[in-house]
């Protein structure tokens, strides 16, 4: 497969490519329009699962929160958890003439924990979390960025468990992966991009010989891919020699003023993915606000496929063939 200059990204990919020989057989990750009821589903039983794990922190880690936290508290937790990137990226790799499939789970954003201190500190009447654990000493917010990927990690416990073919993931140590974000002159860090977590996460898993190199992604996220996390899935692509597509789901233009109007045959691709993204943004919110509000408790889910049934057999239409196509 011939990569298409189509970005910036794409021209260095090209450059390195032509400087360094052990190159010459880089993948090329593809980044396609999303559309449909199938993708919907799967993005929002993805956003459940991270709603149900904000809850049952609340619960069990920040009782003051969940008890005593205002209108205002809830609504703002709610609209950080509906309105954060999710992504899913299925990589399938193949051992013994088997094809195996390892799903990588990411929310973009904090730890839930600092997430939830930081709206309290705004909004809600809830402790921080230095007086929940019984600290006498109040840090500021802001110094506990600098641990948040400890309490991510640590906040697995409010998931599903991970297993070989589904894993949660949460930010990396910095020394865990080369790939990082880049600064695309936004102004926003994207460090803690759902797309950047999962390209470093498996480059780790790779690296510790966790799964194997040069297989294939199918990935799903719910909004439009950034050059940041573009960037973090070509260098992803060019390390380990892994193809495949990753389906964005585009959000419609809120200034361009236009009415929402019905999908028809005639329908474009890009209409069909901000129909779909729409679909998704009102299921997420439904769900988040019902569920993310004082004296309601929904038991978390226990494993990956908890939440919502998926087919395995409608998702495997999407899954590339493997091939080498060094060979």
Same mark, same amino acid.
């Given at each position: 497969m011939t990569p298409t200059l189509r970005r910036p990204g794409a021209l260095l990919s090209a450059l390195l490519l032509a400087a360094m =020989?052990? +190159? @010459?057989c880089a993948g090329v990750i593809d980044i396609e329009k999303g559309e449909g009821s199938f993708v919907v589903d799967l993005l929002d039983a993805e956003g459940r699962l991270h709603v149900d794990a904000m809850q049952a922190m609340l619960i069990l880690e920040r009782p003051t929160m969940a008890n005593q936290g205002t209108r205002t508290f809830f609504k703002a937790i709610s609209g950080r958890m509906h309105g954060a990137t999710l992504a899913r990226i299925?990589? /399938?790799?193949?051992?013994? !003439?088997?094809t195996h499939v390892r799903t990588?789970? @990411?929310?973009s954003g904090r730890s839930m924990a600092l997430i939830a201190d930081i709206i309290s500190a705004k909004h809600g009447r809830g402790? /921080? /979390? @230095?007086?929940?654990?019984g600290d006498t000493d109040t840090p500021s917010v802001d110094s506990g960025v600098t641990d948040d990927v400890t309490r991510d990690a640590g906040e697995a416990i409010f998931y599903p468990p991970d297993t070989p073919t589904n894993v949660r993931v949460a930010a990396l140590p910095d020394d865990a992966s080369p790939i990082e974000s880049v600064d695309i002159g936004d102004g926003k860090s994207h460090a803690t991009d759902a797309e950047v977590k999962i390209a470093r996460r498996l480059d780790a898993d790779i690296q510790q010989g966790?799964? =194997?190199?040069? !297989?294939? %992604?199918?990935?799903y996220v719910s909004k439009t891919v950034c050059e940041s996390c573009r960037n973090a899935l070509d260098e992803l692509a060019m390390r380990h020699d892994i193809? !495949?597509? %990753?389906?964005?789901?585009?959000e419609p233009d809120p200034a361009s003023g236009r009415a929402r109007e019905p999908l028809t045959d005639k329908s474009t691709l890009l209409e069909r993915s901000q129909q779909s993204s729409r679909d998704l943004k009102s299921l997420r919110s439904a769900y988040a606000n019902s569920t993310l509000a004082k004296d309601v408790y929904r038991k978390p889910a226990t494993s990956w496929t908890d939440v919502r049934t998926i087919e395995r057999a409608e998702a495997s239409t @999407? +899954? =590339?063939? +493997?091939?080498? =196509?060094?060979?």
């Open positions: =020989p052990w +190159l @010459a299925d990589y /399938s790799y193949e051992t013994n !003439g088997m990588y789970h @990411a929310r402790a /921080s /979390s @230095a007086t929940e654990s966790v799964v =194997p190199r040069n !297989g294939k %992604v199918t990935g193809d !495949g597509t %990753v389906y964005q789901l585009i @999407a +899954l =590339p063939e +493997l091939s080498d =196509p060094c060979e």
